[in-house]
């Protein structure tokens, strides 16, 4: 049985970003920022740095789920994060874990389309996902080319469409939906929340800035976190202050100077921007 514990705990279940940026590192980091304790589940290993992948190794099912195991049956868990999940063996595995419960609300950013707009996941992976582990999470955290995949639709263009494509994902599903805007053209990124209490949208200035690597992660773990912390709060209660986060991250990270690719391509925020702040 789980150990009761005095701090909130949050589980991440993704993939390793062996630069640090995204994944299972950025979720840590974040959940760190937070203050509450992070446990984590990794579900395949990444090698790569602020310019890209070199190579990528799925973990077995059966070893995910025997890190869910022993997490679960020592560590209360009280918010769980869910990002890649490889193929569709794990996506299997971690819908199993949902189903027996204990992760507490459960946050999922389905990865599946790269920054370039590649695919990440095969057709029999991204379908589980759709099926299986989407109607069981409380919150999707998909960007505009996921939003599109998991409803079998063209990328929404403008913010008109990509609020009548985030209630279609929750009236199809009943799952909160938190539908990322940072696709869309304009001066600010605009997401749209809708769930059980309605519709809510949500509105930053764009950050000019190529440190975007793990913005997904973070924003997807940065939920997670507040709702380990604040137990029982609606997702829209959550979803500003979370946003916040991500902002002050990204407007950091433009000077955090990590790696050779932030001159042009993709560095990473600055998860610890607030640590910096006061030395």
């Known amino acids: 049985m789980s150990a009761r514990t005095a701090v909130p705990v949050a ?3 993704a993939g390793s970003d ?14 760190a920022a937070h203050g509450v304790f992070g446990t984590s589940v990794l579900t395949a290993l990444t090698a790569q740095n602020t310019r890209g992948v070199r190579g990528v190794h799925v973990v077995p099912a059966a070893f995910v789920t025997e890190q869910l195991e022993a997490v679960l049956e020592d560590i209360t868990v009280h918010a769980t994060k869910i990002g890649m999940l490889a193929d569709a063996q794990v996506v299997a595995a971690v819908v199993a874990a949902v189903r027996r419960g ?7 950013d389905p990865v599946m389309v790269a920054t370039s707009g590649d695919r ?3 057709a029999a992976a991204v379908a589980a996902v759709r099926e299986d ?3 069981v999470a409380d919150l999707v955290t998909p960007n505009v080319p996921e939003a599109a995949v998991l409803l079998n639709a063209e990328p929404a263009t403008d913010l008109d469409q990509a609020r009548v494509q985030a209630r279609e994902l929750f009236f199809r599903t009943g799952t909160a939906v938190l539908l990322k805007g940072g696709h ?14 309605g519709e809510t949208v949500l509105r930053r200035p764009r950050v000019d800035t190529t440190a975007t690597h793990g913005t997904g992660c973070t924003l997807s773990a940065a939920l997670a976190a507040r709702a380990a912390l604040h137990p029982g709060a609606d997702w829209d209660a959550l979803a500003g202050p979370a946003r916040d986060y991500l902002q002050s991250a990204l407007l950091a990270g433009r000077t955090l100077g990590v790696g050779s690719g932030q001159a042009g391509a993709h560095g990473p925020l600055d998860h610890a921007f607030a640590l910096r702040e006061v030395r």
């Open 102 to 108: 204990g992760l507490g609300p459960v946050v999922l």
């Open 184 to 197: 869309l053209p304009g001066p600010e990124s605009v997401d749209v929340l809708v769930g059980p209490a």
């Open 11 to 13: 589980l991440t279940i």
């Open 18 to 31: 062996s630069g640090g940026g995204a994944g299972i590192q950025a979720d840590l980091k974040t959940f």
């Open 120 to 122: 990440l996941l095969d």
């Open 133 to 135: 582990l989407l109607p």
